[in-house]
């Protein structure tokens, strides 16, 4: 029954899969969790893609649409949603452009992509960042981030209603010499805007934080995969 109330009475949710492996690739731990995270900055993000004026200003240059959004450092940012170059006549507009939101973090990055932490603190809307984060690295109580991949997986017709999903993987190596425990799983975002010149806009702000239901603790020379899906109810 509480698979079918999510099903019609939560039309954007997500799932967290956490599996932890040792150094010789043995699975030691694995779960599957609700998401019950999305924070204040995502609804900030839809309110502005909702004020973007869309086709009717790709006449005019120098349009600027934005909101505020608290980045990672508690600092207030502002995040573009739809952006033109003031210099119209110009090779320079034509080079320019940017993206909303996007989580698809480059190998050692730890500034946006799924990003994992050690703290318990409770949920909170305003949350913008995690509890207690594991920076990424090689030395006592960091781990090693991989690439952040993000992929769509499409339409599933086979459940009533049908739900599209879409899901960003991280793996995490344990190098430090000691076992780490992972307790929060995070989604940050960056929005990022340039020109032919220079960086326009580039916050990175929390948009959804977990605090898992038990503590997985990843062992020296193992690794920890972690899945965020979202799915969308249609229909």
């Given at each position: 029954m509480e698979d079918m109330y999510d099903q019609l009475h939560n039309p954007l949710r997500?799932?967290?899969e956490v599996e932890v492996r040792d150094r010789?690739?043995?699975i030691v731990g694995r779960g599957r969790h609700k998401m019950r995270s999305f924070v204040n900055n995502l609804l900030r993000i839809l309110e502005g893609e909702m004020k973007?004026?869309?086709g009717a200003a790709l006449n005019y240059y120098g349009t600027v649409v934005s909101?505020?959004?608290?980045?990672?450092?508690g600092s207030s940012?502002?995040?573009?949603?739809?952006?033109y170059n003031s210099d119209s006549g110009s090779l320079n507009a034509r080079r320019s452009g940017g993206i909303v939101?996007?989580?698809?973090?480059?190998?050692?990055?730890?500034?946006y992509g799924i990003v994992v932490g050690s703290g318990t603190l409770g949920l909170s809307l305003d949350q913008y960042a995690p509890a207690s984060k594991i920076p990424h690295g090689t030395g006592p109580g960091q781990l090693d981030y991989g690439v952040s991949v993000a992929e769509d997986l499409g339409l599933d017709t086979g459940v009533t209603p049908p739900v599209y999903r879409f899901r960003i993987t991280r793996t995490f190596s344990n190098l430090s010499g000691a076992a780490i425990n992972i307790n929060e799983v995070c989604v940050v975002a960056v929005d990022f805007w340039r020109d032919r010149y220079s960086t326009v806009s580039d916050p990175k702000f929390l948009i959804a934080r977990d605090v898992l239901p038990s503590t997985y603790t990843v062992p020296n020379g193992g690794t920890a995969t972690v899945v965020v899906t979202f799915e969308v109810v249609v229909g």
């Open positions: 997500g799932y967290i010789e690739g043995r973007a004026k869309g909101v505020t959004v608290v980045k990672t450092d940012g502002s995040a573009l949603i739809e952006w939101i996007a989580a698809k973090a480059a190998d050692d990055n730890d500034a």
